[in-house]
């Protein structure tokens, strides 16, 4: 209901730290995802994508997982700093559909 | 920082005003979006233009009108917004329109215009 999507699931972390942040996706038919960054009061900032046929992809300290058998999608920060503090959307491309779906996002907090 | 540059950053607006938002970008990108987000909520489409023409409408009121003046520019027109409209407004833009062929179709947003209809 509309009290769930009030509250944004939130993943705490120390400075340093490795984070995971994970996604479900439900499509099977989905063959392009996305990780973006949306810090407080700006617009979301692409960090990395994925297409269907990878399973792996690194980018610069950080690094997405997909497993299409059970529809996972993940993204791996690498120490994690205060600066990694932000709300994180992966986004899905429907096949057919041309346009990206978002899922309903990750708080991330990074204790110093 | 973004390349997608959006206009204004605040507006606040009453139920009878018409107002305008502006998006520019010069990444030489054929596809533009505009994008409603809620507070805690993920950003959903609105419209979709490709190569200056209106590809996709999310089913959006009238009272919402976007417009391509040229590859460069994107507007959404407001007029007899409702409370409940007040939201950031985000554009985007991609080298193609659907982001289904890798990097070359990724959606660069702007940093948004925060809407509020009083």
């Known amino acids: 209901g509309e009290s769930v999507g009030l509250h944004l699931p939130t993943l705490s972390v120390q400075e340093g730290d490795n984070s995971i942040i994970n996604c479900a996706y439900s499509n099977s038919a989905s063959d392009y995802f996305i990780w973006y960054k949306q810090e407080s009061g700006k617009g979301p900032q692409f960090i990395i994508d994925i297409r269907s046929n990878m399973d792996k992809r690194q980018g610069q300290r950080v690094t997405v997982l997909l497993n299409k058998t059970v529809k996972h999608l993940s993204l791996q920060i690498a120490a994690t700093q205060p600066g990694d503090s932000a709300v994180y959307f992966c986004a899905e491309n429907i096949r057919g559909f041309q346009k990206l779906v978002f899922g309903t996002g990750t708080r991330l907090l990074v204790s110093p | 920082d973004t390349e997608v540059t959006q206009t204004p950053k605040h507006l606040v607006m009453g139920m009878t005003n018409k107002k305008s938002l502006k998006c520019e970008q010069h990444?030489?990108?054929?596809?533009m979006y505009w994008y409603k987000q809620k507070a805690k909520k993920p950003p959903e489409l609105m419209f979709v233009?490709?190569?200056?023409?209106?590809?996709i409408n999310e089913s959006v009121p009238s009272r919402f009108s976007p417009e391509c003046p040229n590859s460069s520019l994107l507007n959404l027109h407001l007029h007899a917004l409702q409370p409940e409209d007040s939201a950031l407004y985000l554009c985007?833009?991609?080298?193609?329109?659907?982001?289904?062929?890798?990097?070359?179709?990724?959606?660069?947003f702007g940093e948004g215009s925060w809407l509020t209809v009083v």
């Open positions: 233009y490709s190569y200056e023409k209106l590809s």
């Open positions: 985007a833009s991609s080298q193609a329109w659907g982001g289904t062929r890798g990097a070359g179709n990724t959606i660069y």
């Open positions: 990444m030489g990108h054929r596809a």
